[in-house]
């Protein structure tokens, strides 16, 4: 009896442990439901998705990836199918932010009916368009546990609005980022979102409702949701950028009463939106960033808001003081007035007295912010304070206090002097205070101060000394470029931030080696340690297998050696820069398995010729070769770089042609292949892309090429070539052209008068065009406890790499005697023509005078007459004007007294005659040198002195321009007249001589008289 008690009593327990154990399975029919939605998918799309879903047949389905189940029923109750999330490489090189699995599929609600106890179901980020035939949304009217559908980042029409109608158990609706403001072809022919069938009605039930990004426009969106009722259960409304132009009339915002979160950002509202807004009384959240708003904020309506807890002002355009009556709103929690206008010392505003304060967000407006922030010790949950780009007040005498708040955010630009009560904050993990010139030794105390640090911008500043840098493992971002700090990097720097992702520490004095500690940190995805003094070697270990970094920038150093031996791996590099370092040897093959997008070895010392494989890398965006000492032929291969827009291989010893395929490349924008010996003519540029083109100093021979006109070229450089034959008028086409420069060839012709056509335009060049920008990783410094959405000036270091990592793009010319260079935003700034040592003749062209914004004209050397224009006195903005060596004749126009802005004039070696200009303003520093070479021109600072009017010989009128005026001296014809006349009187006198025998022998009796004469007197001397 005892043994059959022991037998049952362990059948019951085996029983009820496999009862339990298949309580906690899902439904084997929910489990055959998702593997035929899986399969659904997968043959719509051609791919492998969902892969976790049934990789085992006994797998429980409740585990697989986006499924939840109830804990009690094991029945599924939330399905959730997310998009891939696409890596951050994926992103740069595809340009997409989302993935488009589902575009192929459509929606089939006979997939989902099988999931009774249904309560979520999360669909976003798929590009899905549409439904099968009959199987639209009101199909899962059975689901009457349904309450969350989220269909954000699809392409659903205005037609699923009919479609939801259907489900009045939703709480919870999310149609953002779709294309609702598009039609049903056969449906609908008006654009109101409410119209006919398009009705969103029905709902009940709802609360939450998104229809943010969508492009709708309607006057009245209330009445087209039906939510203009005293029955609406809405809570939450987000119709953010919509184009919507009044939102709703003012008299019937009373309908949102019961409202607590409304978000209407980048949509047009009504003037008086804020003067009305007190009647929704339960609002907690307000947020009308970008929403066109102007003036001075009402003292009615927003101040009468009393449970507002977030509101969001940013991007408008208000103006002066913020009302006293915000001072009332005693539960605020997030103000965000960022990007607006906003005047007064925030010390004395309304801010100071809001003591539930967490964000203070007054970035880029013209606020006076105290450093001391004495005015908020006792806001104890202040927690993030951004305020870059306002009017910092300095103290003059320090304020020792302790305050309350203990900040985890803090960003401050242009504030000259670090804020005293930093000493007592320990919390903090976001620190910017960037651009502000504070000197003294670099703040270790304040990163020792902060264990929690994720973010660190402390770039533009003076910071000296060396790096005690401490230990911080949440450290993600660390931006110190900019400064005066000396020393060694730590050699442990890669266990002292194990998971950096980005750091820049370019434009210091870092000398010593590059720590091979680097290769611990194993986020680590961009280094930029450019413009300081190390040494040494690359290490091999910078580029170990399963490496993240994707840039790296160590350009302007005294590295050398070999770029990366045969054993690194940098299958992951897209951005390399090496440039103006003292690397040697040929370019390594290691190279050639790196999915490059952007190479620079510029300015170093390699050797050899240009390997054929870097034609296999057909990511390249940006190639730069240029200051090295490579030899041989541009590699046909570069023909397989079709994507390439910046090719810079100047300064090299490279020979041959260009190879005639570049003329297909649609992308190319930037060429250099100045100071080789490249020949032959270069028609293999013909794109309309191209903007600038610098070939100087090579062995082109040809003419100039026509279809230069039909480019958008910006910067033309041929100096120091062969080229010859007239400049084609078809250059004067090149609308946007800025600098030209045609000197030193063999150019002939007149100078066409339609340049005078050309650099009319405002002309705004791409700062950055090459520029290598990043995608936000996201660092969310706000942990999800504020409901709008708010927004730093700083865009979580993706700003570190947007102005600092490019290839260098710009352009060298002469002016002033000198040769600059001009990049970036400067080229905006600079216009010029240099057609200087050529065989240009002809008049200088009346139409000259018509550049305006022209800052260098270089016209000298060559054959050029007539006269100076006294119009160039209209080219009110040049700087260097050199008319020298030439046939110019006439006065020196006294109205060029007017060019302000010039620095270097030259007109000497011509014909010119009469009085210099008055030794006054500018023209009072030009030296002798800028007037010498003209016989007949006298005049401070010539040596020679006009005495009196009288003797100062006049110039001829400017001649009419179809003239042909040689001038008073043709030097030319001066020297043919006078050999001609001297041949002839020695032929003659040969000829008198033959003839007559008396005459020949006087003459020859004289001659021998006169030897001897001398022979004797210098026999005498000795």
Known sequence: MTNSKIVYWWLLILFMANGWLCCYCCLNEERTALLHLKANINYSTGNDYLSSWGAYETSDCCQWEGIVCSNITRRVVELSIMAKQISQEEQLINGTYRDDMLRNWLFNASLFIPFKNLKALIIPGHSVAGWVKNEGFEKLRPLRKLERLDLSGNQFNRSIFQSLSQLSSLKSLNLSSNNIASRSEMWFTDNKIGSGSERLSGLDKLEILDLSHNNLEDENVLSALELNTSRTTLKKLDIRYNRFQSFIPNEELGALRNIVYLLLDGNTLDENFLRSSGVMSSLKVLSVAQCNLNGTLPLQGLCDLKYLEELSLSRNSFIGKLPTCLGNLAFLRVIDLTQNQFTG?????????????????????????????????????????????????????????????????????????????????????????????????????????????????????????????????????????????????????????????????????????????????????????????????????????????????????????????????????????????????????????????????????????IPSWLGNISSFTSLALSKNHLNGHIPPDFCRLEGLEVLDISENNLVGVIPSCFSSFRDLKRVYLSKNKLQGEFNMFSNSYLKVLDLRDNNFSGSIPKWLGSSGITILLLKGNHLQGTIPTELCHASELRIMDLSHNNLSGPIPRCFGNIMQQ????????????????????????????????????????????????????????????????????????????????????????????????????????????????????????????????????????????????????????????????????????????????????????????????????????????????????????????????????????????????????????????CYYFFASKM
């Open 762 to 1013: 405002e002309f705004i060049m791409e700062v950055y065009p090459y520029s290598t920008s990043f995608a936000d990783p996201g660092f969310q410094m706000f942990g999800g406890d504020a409901a709008i959405e708010v927004e730093f000036s700083i865009t979580s270091y993706s700003t570190i790499f947007f102005l600092d990592n490019y290839v260098w793009v710009g352009a060298e010319f002469m002016t002033k005697h000198n040769t600059y260079s001009y990049e970036g935003s400067i080229v905006d700034y600079m216009s010029g023509i240099d057609l200087s040592c050529n065989q240009l003749s002809g008049h200088i062209p009346k139409e000259l005078s018509n550049l305006t914004q022209i800052r260098a004209l270089n016209l000298s050397h060559n054959h050029i007459a007539g006269t100076i224009l006294s119009a160039f006195s209209k080219l009110l903005n040049i700087e260097s004007l050199d008319l020298s060596y030439n046939n110019l004749t006439g006065n020196i126009p006294t109205q060029l007294l007017d060019l302000t802005t010039l620095e270097v004039f030259s007109v000497a070696h011509n014909n010119l005659t009469g009085m210099t200009p008055q030794p006054i303003a500018q023209f009072g520093t030009f030296k002798e040198s800028s007037y010498e070479g003209n016989p007949f021109l006298c005049g401070p600072p010539l040596p020679i002195s006009c005495t009196s009017p009288n003797e100062i010989p006049e110039s001829p009128l400017e001649p009419d321009c179809c003239e042909d005026d040689t001038g008073f001296l043709d030097i030319e014809s001066f020297y043919i007249s006078f050999l001609v006349a001297f041949a002839n009187v020695v032929l003659v006198m040969v000829v008198v001589l033959w003839v007559n025998p008396y005459w020949r022998n006087v003459w020859f009796y004289y001659v021998e008289y006169y030897m001897y004469s």
């Open 345 to 609: 010392n925030i010390a004395l505003s309304p801010l100071s007295s809001l003591l539930s304060l967490e964000y203070l967000l007054i970035a880029s407006n013209n606020f006076e912010v105290p450093i001391s922030f004495e005015s908020f010790a006792n806001h104890s949950k202040l927690k993030f304070v951004i305020a870059d780009f306002n009017s910092v007040i300095v103290q003059t005498t320090p304020i020792s206090w302790i305050p309350k708040f203990q900040l985890e955010a803090l960003s401050l630009f242009n504030c000259s002097q670090m804020p005293n009560f930093l000493h007592s904050q320990h919390h903090l993990r976001l620190l910017r205070i960037s651009k502000c010139n504070i000197g003294g030794d670099f703040p270790n105390w304040l990163l020792e101060n902060n264990p929690k640090l994720g973010e660190v911008y402390l770039d533009g500043n003076a910071f000296t000394g060396s790096l005690q840098l401490p230990f911080l493992p949440n450290l993600k971002a660390f931006d110190i470029s900019n400064n005066k700090i000396r020393g060694q990097l730590p050699a442990n720097i890669g266990s002292i931030f194990p998971n950096l992702v980005i750091s820049t520490m370019s434009n210091n004095m870092l000398e010593g080696l590059l720590p091979s500690s680097f290769a611990n940190m194993k986020n680590l995805e961009c280094l930029d340690l450019s413009y300081n003094k190390l040494k040494g070697e690359l290490p091999t270990r910078l580029a170990r297998k399963g490496s993240k970094l994707y840039l790296l920038r160590l350009s302007n150093n005294m590295l050398k050696g070999e770029i990366f031996p045969v054993s690194a791996n940098i299958n992951n590099f897209q951005y390399l820069y090496l440039d103006g370092n003292n690397f040697s040897g040929p370019i390594p093959q290691t190279l050639s398995t790196a999915p490059l997008r952007t190479l620079d070895l510029s300015h170093n010392r390699l050797s050899g010729s």
